[in-house]
C-alpha cells in the first residue's frame, strides 16, 4: 500500500507512540469520504457483517459491506500488534520504519465502491487498532498515565491512556456501561481521544497527572476481585476563616482578615492527623479555606508527618479552595498536595459564583479573571481518576458535566460553599447512572444556615453518592454528612466524616463514618 511522500514524513517524525497514533488518527479524519462520519464508516468498511440466527448475513444493500480486504487488514492488525509488543526496547525511529515497511508490502485489492481512498481510510483504523490493542499487555501502563500525551497535532486532536479505577471495576464485574456519544473514541479501549472543539470555551487543556502508586505490605494487599477507598470530608466549622468583599459593585472578592485566619489555622494540624490515623486514602477541605498562611500550615504539617512516618495511607490532600490574587489577578483555585506535603496539581475554578442583595435586588458576581486556567486531574492506580470540581462547576455543570463526558473518571471530588444540597445531590446520581462517576462533596459548614434549604435532610451539610447494583438494574445511592449537636462546641472541637466505598464482586457499599467533638486545640 503506497502513502505519499508526506504523509510518511509525518509518522516517521513521531517521537513516541502516542503522536503516532494522533497523526493517524487526524489523517483518518481528514481522509474519509465526505458522505460518512468516522462510525458509520468504521461499521461500512472495517467490520465484517453480521451473520443472523439463520445464517443469513445481514443487508449487504450498503455500499462497502462487501469489502474484500476486512479479512487480510484484521490479519495485518494481529502482525501489527505483535510487532508493536515485541519491539518495546528497540529504538522508536527504527520500529516506525519497520511498520512503514509492513504498512508499503501490504497488498489490498479493489472491490465493490472500494478504491484507493476507501483502503487508506480503513488501513488508518486498522492501524490505529492494532496501536491501541498493542498497549493492553504494557506492564508499564501506570507509568504511561498523564496526558495529554501527543506531543503534535493537540490543536485537532488530545490523547490519553487510560486508567483503572472504581468506575472499570464495576464494569469488569457488573458489567456496567457508560453512556457515550456515538463518536470514534469509544471503538478504543486503552487510548482516550478527546477533541478539544469539544471542551467548554477558555477551558485550559486537561490533563492527567499520576501519583506514582505506594508499595504495599502482602497484608495489606487488596484482593482483586473488592475495592476499597475512604475519602475524609472535614467540613471545617460553623465560623469563617474568610469574607466576601462587595465593595467592587458588580463583582466580589474573597479577603482572609488577619484575626479571622489565626483563630482558624490552629485547628488544621489535629484534623488532619485525626483522619490519616483513621486510614483515610484521601482528604478534602471546603471552598474558601484556604489562604495562603493556611495553605503553609497545611503544607508543613504533610510535611512534618510524612518525615516522622505517620501519613500511613494518604494518597493526597485535595486543599478546598483559595482565593488567590495577584499581579494578573485573582481567582478560586483548588490545589492537590501528596503526602509528604508537595504541591501536585491544580484547578481553576469555571463558574463564578452569583450572589442576590435581597435588599437592593443587585447582582454580584465571583470577580474569576482567568476561569478554567487550569484543569489538573490526578490519577492513583488502582484507585482511578479524580476530577476536582469547585462548588459552581458541578451546580451549573461546566465544565464538569462535559469533562466527565469526555474522561469518564472514577470520582469528582466538589470542594463547595452552598446553602444548599439540592442541585449537587441532582448531578451527583446523575454522574452515577450515567459515567459510573462516584462525586464526594466536601461543603463548608458554615455556609449552612441552622435549618439549611435541602429537601431531603436539612441537617445535612455535604453529600455523597456512587452507582450500585439493583433489581431494576442500575441506581445511585446517596448518603448525607449531617450536622449533629455539635454547635456549641463548634469553637474548641470539629468533625471528620469518612465516606467509605467498599465494592465486591456481589455488592456496592457506600457508608459514612462521622466522628465528631474531635479535639481541635
Known sequence: MELTQDYKERLLSSPDIYTLFSTIYVHFLDSIPPNYNPISFVSTYCEKPLIKDDGDSADLSMPGWENPNIDRLQMFKQELILELQNNKNVFFSTLLEKLLLEVSNLSLSDGLEIGDTEN???????????????????????????????????????????????????????????????????LFDQILVVNPKDLPEGLGIPKIKPI?????????????????????????????AFKFDYSKGSQFVCKYPEKLEDNEKTYLHTLIERAISLDSNIIIFPEYL??????SLLVDTLSNLFKSNKTGKLDFVLAGSGWNTDATGCDNISKVFLADGHHFSTYYKYSPFRSTNKKTGTVSQEALVHPGKICEMPYVSGK??????????????????????????????????????????????????????????????????????????????????????????????????????????????????????????????????????????
Not at 140 to 152: L, V, Y
Open 120 to 186: 487508506l481510510s480503513s488501513l488508518d483504523f486498522f492501524l490505529l487498532s492494532a496501536i491501541d490493542a498493542s498497549l493492553a499487555s504494557d506492564q508499564n501502563k501506570d507509568k504511561m498515565m498523564g496526558g495529554p500525551n501527543n506531543k503534535e497535532n493537540r490543536e485537532k486532536v488530545l490523547v490519553y491512556q487510560k486508567g483503572d479505577g472504581l468506575s472499570q471495576f464495576l464494569i469488569n464485574r457488573f458489567g456496567f456501561t457508560q453512556s457515550s456519544p456515538q463518536v470514534i473514541s469509544t
Open 384 to 521: 482511578g481518576l479524580f476530577l476536582p470540581s469547585i462548588c459552581r462547576d458541578t451546580f451549573d455543570g461546566q465544565p464538569t458535566d462535559c469533562l466527565i463526558s469526555l474522561f469518564k473518571p472514577s470520582f469528582v471530588l466538589v470542594p463547595a460553599f452552598s446553602d444548599s444540597l439540592d442541585a449537587f445531590r441532582a448531578k451527583f446520581e446523575a454522574y452515577a447512572l450515567d459515567s459510573l462517576t462516584s462525586s464526594v462533596m466536601c461543603n463548608y459548614c458554615g455556609a449552612k444556615k441552622k435549618n439549611g434549604s435541602t429537601k431531603a435532610n436539612k441537617s445535612a451539610i455535604s453529600v455523597s453518592s456512587i452507582p450500585v447494583k439493583s433489581e431494576n438494574g442500575l441506581e445511585p445511592k446517596t448518603e448525607f454528612i449531617k450536622k449533629f449537636d455539635c454547635e456549641a462546641t463548634c469553637s474548641s472541637t470539629g468533625c471528620i466524616h469518612i465516606c467509605i466505598i467498599h465494592c465486591t464482586t456481589s455488592f456496592q457499599e457506600l457508608s459514612v463514618s462521622s466522628y465528631y467533638n474531635v479535639d481541635r486545640t
Open 212 to 240: 506514582a502508586s505506594k508499595p504495599l505490605n502482602l497484608s495489606e494487599a487488596q484482593d482483586t476481585n473488592e475495592y476499597y477507598i475512604k475519602i475524609a470530608v472535614i467540613p471545617w466549622a460553623k465560623t469563617k
Open 290 to 295: 484556604m489562604s495562603n498562611a493556611m495553605e
